[in-house]
């Protein structure tokens, strides 16, 4: 059970972008590493191929890592540590508040 799921609600902690907030899209395993919504964007510079016919600059979004952002609290509205909640064998995520944290899919 990690901290973070696809579709969580999260703050940008630390770095350029800090303080922004978009729902995760991807998270790189791997990596360490998230995708969040309107976060990091970067400008690509594409040549015309077959499947982009056109070309010119895309943007699109970076990833992060996963220590730089927090899940936001579902009653603050505000960044929060997750604790990790066991009810009859069921493992829940809980924000310090004791909100339950649901993801959006």
Do not use: F, Y
């Not at 973070?4 to 899209?25: A, P």
């Not at 594409?46 to 970076?62: F, K, L, M, V």
């Amino acid at each position: 059970m990690n901290r973070l799921h696809r579709g969580d609600l999260v703050q940008v902690m630390s770095g350029k972008h800090k303080g922004k907030q978009g729902r995760i899209k991807k998270i790189l395993v791997d990596d360490d590493k998230v995708i969040v919504e309107g976060v990091n964007l970067i400008k690509r510079h594409t040549r015309p191929s077959p499947r982009n016919q056109q070309g010119g600059i895309i943007e699109r979004e970076a990833p992060l890592w996963a220590c730089k952002v927090m899940p936001v609290d579902p009653t603050t509205g505000k960044p929060t540590r997750v604790r990790i909640k066991i009810d009859d064998g069921v493992k829940t995520r809980v924000a310090k508040s004791g909100a339950e944290l649901v993801a959006q899919r």
